[in-house]
């Protein structure tokens, strides 16, 4: 979605003693791009299977507009405030956000967790290195890029590159370069929910089992209209640290970022209305699906189906029929095929998730099958 939106280029010729890659905007960003960047935001901050019973809980009996429930659950609950620090943290954090989604979209890495979501406070900055990215290479060392964001959506900071710079150098009480944190973090996380594989992979990168290559970026999210490139010819008469392996600045130029920004936090509330929609209606589909595999399961029902079919095979061959007291009660046998065949429709209809699973679709056609015979 990101790339309808922006696009990136490497300064050429070099003059810097780091690389350089402009990104800017392709055409101002549609309503489409608007929610994509809010959904990445909501999900960046909490958990929706969290966000979705808090708020069912909250609106249940309510008299209150639903919209303006979750609005306030948002604000009071997963968003930092807007007013403390004029918002310094929900600038951040959007930058953050906005800075990962671009390089899982462009270059095509892979980050392990939502950081964000384990915040200490929710109007506290999230501690640690702000990007920590992977990339799985074939035939070749695992690629780790960490990273600083520098989101500056106000008054130009002539020395915002420089303050990037030593934040990814010092960014932690240890000794980020020689042993960062932030994949212990993340292992640990892992970890606790359950995803033994990928903390397995990100404790060897920690302690040193897995080879692998590093990369060092400064994002520097800039509204365009202030930006000046004195930002970084400030940046390269200052000293570099050369642990920073593969060091490189990327300078994202955004028209009226602020306003822009404030206006993907405006949005939430509608996209998270139409997520939690969303779930629901995966629930009940799910719902429907075990439902369905447990009405085909039950014992008695394939008895009544097994007597149905030779009664019909029966009156098919015949024309003078035996004596046979079936036990089915037809009507009863009717209703549940009627309820197999419009819901296995439903699930096939609209069930994206389940039609995804080949076991599940061929599944729903053998109901679908039994129904219509």
């Known amino acids: 979605m990101l790339t309808k939106w ?30 994509y960047l809010a959904l990445a935001l909501l999900l960046a901050h909490g958990n929706p299977q969290q966000i979705r019973d808090q708020y069912n809980l909250l609106v249940k009996d309510a008299e209150d507009n639903s919209l303006s429930i979750l609005k306030n659950y948002l604000d009071a609950h997963i968003f930092p405030d807007k007013k403390i620090m004029n918002g310094i943290a929900r600038i951040g954090n959007f930058g953050e956000v906005l800075a990962s989604t671009f390089m899982i979209e462009f270059e095509n890495f892979w980050f392990p967790i939502y950081k964000l979501r384990f915040r200490e406070k929710k109007d506290w900055a999230m501690r640690l290195t702000d990007l920590c990215l992977i990339k799985k290479l074939d035939g070749a060392n695992p690629l780790v890029c960490y990273g600083e964001v520098k989101t500056v959506s106000g008054n130009c900071d002539k020395d915002i590159a420089i303050k990037g710079h030593d934040s990814l150098v010092l960014g932690e009480a240890k000794d980020f370069l020689t042993e960062p944190e932030i994949l212990h973090f993340i292992s640990t996380i892992l970890y606790e929910t359950q995803r033994r594989d990928e903390a397995l992979f990100i404790s060897g990168i920690g302690l040193g089992k897995i080879k692998y290559n590093k990369r060092h970026v400064l994002f520097i999210i800039h509204s365009s209209e202030k930006w000046t490139d004195e930002i970084l010819d400030r940046l390269e008469g200052h000293s570099l640290d050369g642990r920073l392996t593969d060091f490189s600045a990327k300078i994202v130029l955004i028209s009226q970022l602020r306003q822009l920004i ?108 039994t129904a219509a015979q």
Do not use: H
């Open 6 to 35: 922006l696009t990136q280029q490497v300064r050429q010729p070099t003059i810097y003693k780091f690389p350089v890659t402009d990104v800017t905007e392709l055409v101002m960003p549609d309503e489409y791009t608007l929610d």
């Open 262 to 369: 404030d206006a993907v936090y405006d949005r939430c509330t509608a996209v998270t209305k139409a997520m939690i929609e969303s779930m629901d209606k995966q629930e009940y589909l799910q719902n429907t699906y075990i439902t369905l595999e447990t009405l085909m399961s039950d014992r008695q029902f394939r008895i009544d189906l097994a007597q149905v079919q030779a009664r019909s095979i029966q009156e098919e061959l015949s024309s003078i029929q035996p004596e046979i007291k079936y036990t089915f009660n037809q009507m009863e046998v009717w209703r549940r095929c009627d309820y197999i065949f419009s819901n296995s429709s439903l699930l096939l209809r609209e069930g994206n998730q389940i039609q995804e699973n080949a076991d599940k679709r061929k599944a729903i056609l053998d109901f679908l099958k």
